[in-house]
Nanobody, 123 residues
Framework: QVQLVESGGGSVQTGGSLRLSCAYN?????MAWFRQAPGKEREGVAA???????SYVESVRGRFTISKDNAKNTLYLQMDGLKPEDTAMYYC????????????????????WGKGTLVIVSS
């Protein structure tokens, strides 16, 4: 059973930065970050395929960077230039199937989810 544990959330002002971490006990083909704001549907933020390829939703491209440290079994999301609209619960997810990568930013194919870490950006 894959276990994912997020950390690094917090409260920052507009323009600030945060780095989210996701500790996992088993790597998967595709690992990704999703977020869900109050009253909104969950949306994909960034994903990384097994070969290091990265994909981003348009709203965060150029501001967020996904990376992975295999030696530490940790997935990261560096978030710079944060905006109030980035406020959400951020979830780490993993999927073993090819579908997980090609379906992104939809969550089809994601098999495991963390419990989330809260990011609040104030204006």
């Amino acid at each position: 059973q894959v276990q994912l544990v997020e950390s690094g959330g917090g409260s920052v002002q507009t323009g600030g930065s945060l780095r989210l971490s996701c500790a996992y006990n088993q790597s998967s083909r595709c690992m990704a970050w999703f977020r869900q704001a109050p009253g909104k549907e969950r949306e994909g933020v960034a994903a990384m395929d097994f070969d290091g390829s990265a994909s981003y939703v348009e709203s965060v491209r150029g501001r967020f960077t996904i990376s992975k440290d295999n030696a530490k079994n940790t997935l990261y999301l560096q978030m710079d230039g944060l905006k109030p609209e980035d406020t959400a619960m951020y979830y780490c997810a993993s999927g073993a199937r090819v579908r997980a990568w090609y379906a992104f930013p939809k969550d089809d194919g994601m098999d495991y989810w963390g419990k989330g870490t809260l990011v609040i950006v104030s204006s």
